[in-house]
């Protein structure tokens, strides 16, 4: 076993995979190390071309920068431009069979980063007018100081105990440490399988993603600065929601076995037809991907002078994915310079904040939970929508279910945070009140009066 | 390009934090220009031009006393606000994000303290 080794300067360190938690674990690795003086070589290899169009340059993603993440960043000194940010959200509107209500954000600012993991759909025509968010901070790392091998890597093996790189024209390099940052979306995992290590990838789920293409001036007018999220009881349907970019906008469901006629009954379904224009129906061949969504983390992912960052490691449950790579891929570039490399470096000193965010989604799954309930039950339904439009005109510290359901759907807080909020007595009170009332007023409301 | 823009937009001559007001959070500036006062009114003095990438309001983060200076628009400027709140937090579990901030805050000090040097001529301070 590896003890007491740390880098030293000219030490060399490969990172497989040139996504956002490759870029973060580069750019902050390099940043810590010139801080501390310490000379390093850092080759990020990833093979896609993030600056080409369609599935070739994207990393398949939803593309939501959260707020929390968005504010970590400008305190870090990294201001997303407007040439990569397609559109800045500052509300979402929740859309249930029971109504509609828009919440903004609590300072009534643009916090929320809508991007493009990639330069621009599969069948844009034209001089796309933002970049690729995933070549933005690529390039971020590569002005650090990192260079880029643009290959694919075809082979990891060890080399008397240092990890061992080969590319895709047989060329071998050894390095003192191995950074992986490959997602759950490609094969490369498979390269770690004969390595004798104890990592076990994460498990994960499908999601479905659709770029729909309506241009800027239809989004501005139909959608707006707001994300809109879904409630709807639509069987398999666990979540749905459309992100607003520049001229697309992109959807996005979580569920069981999506295919054609989910999508389907989703875009025909009365509360998404009336947030789009009237008559308006989806391009026959749009850009459209099923990426894989981590629902636990992976297991040991670390070993000597080897460390999982990212999706392949641990990330947020359902939310903030890229706000996870930036956090895992920070403290993995803290324990490499600060601690060191060896297998047992990692686990105190980068493991803890893996786990932290693995415990959080443990309560992510409660708090999803409850959502799946209230999306199956019209009286819940019935009292969320009336305490949600009473708090509206409040001051955003007063607006409990806001907020809740603003941190659940936007991943802008920890799933504790806004799990300890819920059990707070005056919110069940008021949930239950607001029930009883909604309830109570609908019934008298409605036209037929049968019960639903 | 106006629909990727973060934050929040100001015009030339907004005030966007009053000298005195308390305050409970930081902004980081996005694009644009702003400029820092001191004094009120006729005496009211430029002490400092930040750009973009440049943080202030700060102070509030750290200390519970009231806003140190006036903070005013110079032509269009978006300005991104950071929560108090959030920010703490979020320097609990990674105190290392407080790095940039500190590192503003020491260059402050440094100009503060080549400007004085120049007020006193090159004689040493009183005290």
């Known amino acids: 076993m590896l003890t007491n080794r740390g880098l030293e300067n000219g030490s060399r360190v490969a990172v497989i995979g040139g996504g956002p938690a490759g870029s973060f674990f580069s750019y902050f690795l390099q940043q810590i190390a010139q801080r501390v003086g310490l000379d390093l070589v850092v080759e990020i290899h990833e093979a896609r071309d993030f600056s080409l169009t369609g599935p070739k340059g994207c990393n398949m993603c939803g593309g939501i920068i959260s707020e929390s993440l968005v504010q970590d960043l400008a305190a870090e000194g990294i201001n997303l431009p407007a040439t990569v940010v397609q559109r800045g959200i500052d509300s979402y509107v929740l859309h249930m069979d029971v109504g509609t209500v828009r919440i903004d954000t609590p300072l009534h600012e643009m916090r929320i980063a809508a991007v493009h993991r990639g330069t621009a759909p599969r069948g844009f025509k034209g001089v796309p007018k933002c970049r690729s968010f995933d070549g933005y901070l690529l390039e971020l790392a590569l002005a650090k100081g990192a260079h880029l091998v643009h290959k694919r890597v075809d082979g990891v093996s060890w080399d008397a105990g240092r990890p061992r790189v080969t590319t895709q024209d047989g060329l071998q390099q050894t390095y003192d440490l191995l950074a992986v940052a490959v997602g759950v979306n490609t094969g490369a995992l498979k390269l770690f399988e004969g390595l004798n290590l104890d990592y076990k990838p994460p498990q994960s789920t499908k999601t479905y993603i659709r770029e729909l293409f309506m241009g800027e001036e239809t989004i501005q007018k139909y959608l707006g600065n707001s994300m809109h999220v879904f409630l709807l009881n639509l069987p398999r349907l666990e979540f749905a929601a459309l992100i607003p970019k520049g001229e697309y906008v992109t959807l996005c469901l979580l569920g069981r076995d999506i295919d054609n006629a989910l999508v389907g009954a989703f875009l025909n379904a009365p509360e998404v037809k009336q947030c789009l224009p009237p008559g308006w129906e989806p391009p026959e061949d749009c850009c459209h991907c099923s990426p894989r969504l981590n629902i636990t983390g992976a297991g040991h992912a670390f070993a000597d002078r080897m460390v999982f960052v990212g999706d392949c490691g641990v990330t947020r449950l359902y939310k903030d994915g890229i706000g996870a790579a930036y956090r895992t891929a920070k403290a993995a570039a803290k324990a490499a310079i600060f601690a060191g490399v060896s297998a047992e470096d990692f686990r105190r000193n980068y493991w803890p904040a893996c786990q932290s965010i693995d415990k959080d989604n443990r309560i992510g799954k409660l708090v999803f939970a409850v959502t799946h309930e209230i999306q199956k039950r019209k009286y819940l339904r019935h009292g969320l929508l009336r305490m949600v439009s009473e708090e509206q005109p409040k001051d955003s510290s007063r607006r409990r279910m806001s907020m809740v359901l603003w941190d659940t759907f936007t991943g802008s807080a920890p799933y504790r945070d806004v799990f300890l909020r819920c059990l707070h007595p005056s919110f069940l009170c008021l949930f239950l009140w607001e029930i009883v009332v909604g309830n109570c007023s609908y019934r008298l409301t409605r036209p037929h009066g049968g019960a639903s | ?127």
């Open chain 2, 1 to 127: 390009m106006t629909t990727g823009i973060l934050g929040k937009l100001y015009q030339d001559g907004e005030t966007i934090i009053c000298e005195g007001e308390t305050g409970n959070c930081m902004y980081a500036i996005q694009g644009g220009q702003v400029e820092v006062l001191l004094g009120k009114g006729d005496e009211e003095v430029c002490v400092a031009v930040l750009g973009e990438g440049d943080v202030f309001g700060e102070m509030a983060l750290f200390e519970k006393e009231v806003r140190s200076a006036t903070v005013r628009a110079r032509g269009e400027v978006r300005v991104l606000t950071l929560d108090k709140r959030t920010f703490l937090r979020r320097i609990h579990e990674d105190p290392s994000l407080a790095f940039r901030i500190l590192e503003k805050m020491s260059q402050r000090i440094r100009k503060s303290n080549a400007a004085l040097k120049r007020a006193l001529g090159g004689r040493r301070a009183p005290g």
